[in-house]
């Protein structure tokens, strides 16, 4: 590809150093005035600059041998200067903001850098002008709001992006405005700033509206449901915030900023999941049930205790978070958690029989157990997952394609009794567990990994649990088996027995277990939230919301 011509160039002074200035359509470039051979070199995509603005003038200082000596024409005369605040990569996939100035010789040529450079950040049409803020002042340590304000919101100023900032007063404020009342058609985007529950009303509210807009009904499960057209922005600060760990590589605010001030876009797929001809919630990360399912209602019981619920219940987005208030170590060996009701449930070890009917995805690229990884950029999501014939050619062009594949594949049916049932959207990574519990997981080939877990020993349990901490395989084992689906069903075994129990679920009845028949059914868990049916039938709608990310960069 034929390197771009340059828009400007001239001889600045950086840190007391003569350099050559470059911009381009598509980079900003500047090297020190000396052997080019040795010159060290610094390059910003203009994509990735945030903002600029003129500088006030700095008093010439003395130059202590570091780089060349500061020329004495630009020494003279540098009335004026201007300053780039830019993206710069840091550690653990987390990203700064850097600034530079540069010193002119005069006015004039100061204003017409600086005007250039803000007309080519006007050309980046994907970036957000205006956006819309929800705020959950509950969430996590209760800091949302101080998160925001402190951190995100000067940079959203910087990068002249104005915002509609709402500070949620109860439950399902956002998701209830979003659905009816709210006018969208103002805002670029909208920004959750919150927890993976804030994050879930918000897609809930941008998914109903979608659907009412465009007249389709989102209690039928064979609906094609039509993607949102507005970006949703993640601003970590919830307690586990597994989504946005799993989307950009870290749950640093900063960084979440930065990818919504560049206006990142990376598509993620969401579970519809239905009961009796009527939508029960729509799933982002994970579906659980049997051992997560026990897990979050025995926490649900302890919420006055706030995150340190978590801790004691074990409730989290991957087993190494129920494992990590025991230190890792084994817990049949630490007497100190006897108490621990997560600890309970574990020993409780129950199994729950039911059948499982599947769709598998047998037209994509990659499986459950192969070592690729979604990261920036992934083939595989750009493709839809689908899959590449012998000659490298990409078959079809269509987001039709996975619909398409529905109707010619076969179901598959397991009986059994069965430890856990796990649907994972994504690999539900997070802090304490970096590969999360399906490493494969794609954010957007139209397919969850459905991960079953058999009847097994408590030690074994124990070992697939354990496995989500290391880089070992924790699908080899017998009692395991994982599947990459489109669709599948849940039904129990007794319709009578989990009728009633569901009976309980719908009146809020808490479900303390009065005899060992209230074990035959668990409940499933969406994201953190306890379903109130137990069978259920699910469907992967691939890309229906846009995220402001890009995917975790290697």
């Not at 058609?185 to 909208?190: A, L, T």
């Not at 990818?259 to 579906?287: A, F, N, T, W």
């Not at 124990?462 to 395991?480: A, G, I, P, Y």
């Amino acid at each position: 590809m034929e390197r771009e011509r340059a828009v400007l160039s001239a001889r600045f002074l950086v840190k007391l150093a003569v350099c050559e200035v470059t911009l381009r359509g598509d980079s900003l470039t500047w090297s020190q005035n000396q052997d080019p051979g040795r010159a060290e070199r610094n390059s910003v995509p203009v994509s990735e600059i945030i903002a600029v603005e003129e500088a006030e003038p700095d008093a010439p200082t003395k130059n202590r041998g570091r780089g060349p000596s500061t020329a004495p024409e630009v020494l003279e005369a540098r009335p004026s200067g201007f300053t780039v605040s830019y993206v710069e990569r840091g550690r653990h996939h987390c990203w700064l903001t850097r600034d530079v100035t540069f010193h002119c010789p005069s006015r004039a040529t100061c204003h017409q850098w600086v005007q250039t450079i803000r007309e080519l950040l006007l050309m980046l049409t994907r970036r957000p002008r205006r956006l819309l803020v929800y705020i959950n002042p509950y969430g996590g340590k209760q800091r949302g709001k101080w998160i925001y304000e402190q951190r995100v919101a000067p940079l959203f100023a910087r990068a002249s992006i104005s915002t509609h900032v709402i500070v949620t007063q109860s439950e399902n404020q956002a998701r209830d405005e979003l659905a009816t009342s709210r006018d969208l058609k103002k805002y670029d985007g909208v920004v959750s700033v919150g927890g993976d529950g804030m994050f879930s009303e918000v897609v809930h509210g941008l998914i109903a509206r979608t659907q009412r807009d465009a007249g389709v009904d989102q209690n039928c499960a064979e609906e094609k449901l039509v993607s949102c057209k507005l970006r949703v922005g993640i601003i970590p600060a919830g307690s586990t915030d597994c989504i946005c760990y799993a989307t950009v590589g870290t749950n640093d605010p900063v960084t979440s900023a930065l990818h919504i001030i560049v206006g990142d876009s990376q598509p993620m797929d969401i579970c519809s999941v239905h009961h009796g001809g009527k939508l029960l919630r729509y799933s982002m990360s994970l579906l659980g049930y049997g051992f997560y399912g026990d897990v979050l209602t025995d926490s649900e019981r302890k919420r006055w205790m706030g995150p340190v619920r978590y801790s004691f219940s074990g409730k989290f987005s991957s087993a190494a978070e129920y494992l990590s208030p025991l230190g890792h170590r084994c817990p049949l060996l630490t007497l100190n958690v006897a108490v621990s009701p997560g600890f309970q449930t574990f020993l409780s070890h129950h199994l729950y029989e039911g059948t499982i009917s599947f769709l598998p995805a047998t037209d994509i690229l990659g499986s459950p157990r192969d070592k690729t990884r979604c990261r920036a950029g992934c083939p595989v999501c750009q493709h839809n997952g689908r899959l590449l014939s012998q000659d490298r050619q990409v078959c079809g062009t269509d987001e039709d394609v996975p619909q398409k594949a529905e109707q010619e594949a076969e179901w598959q049916v397991v009986h059994g009794n069965f430890v856990a049932i796990n649907a994972a959207t994504m690999s539900c990574a997070c802090p304490r567990s970096p590969e999360g519990l399906s490493p494969a997981a794609h954010l957007a080939d139209g397919t969850t990994d459905l991960i079953l877990v058999h009847n097994c020993s408590l030690l074994d349990f124990l070992r697939h649990l354990m496995r989500h901490t290391n880089e070992k395989d924790q699908f080899d084992m017998s009692f395991v088996e994982v599947h990459r689906v489109r669709r599948f069903r849940f039904t129990p075994k007794n319709s009578r027995g989990h009728q009633k129990l569901e009976k309980k679920l719908n009146a809020n009845k808490p479900l303390e277990p009065t005899c060992r028949d209230d074990h035959a059914y668990s409940s499933w868990t969406c994201d953190g939230e306890i379903l109130k049916h137990v069978a259920v039938e699910v469907r992967v709608h691939w890309g229906l919301i846009q995220l402001f990310a890009r995917g975790i960069e290697d």
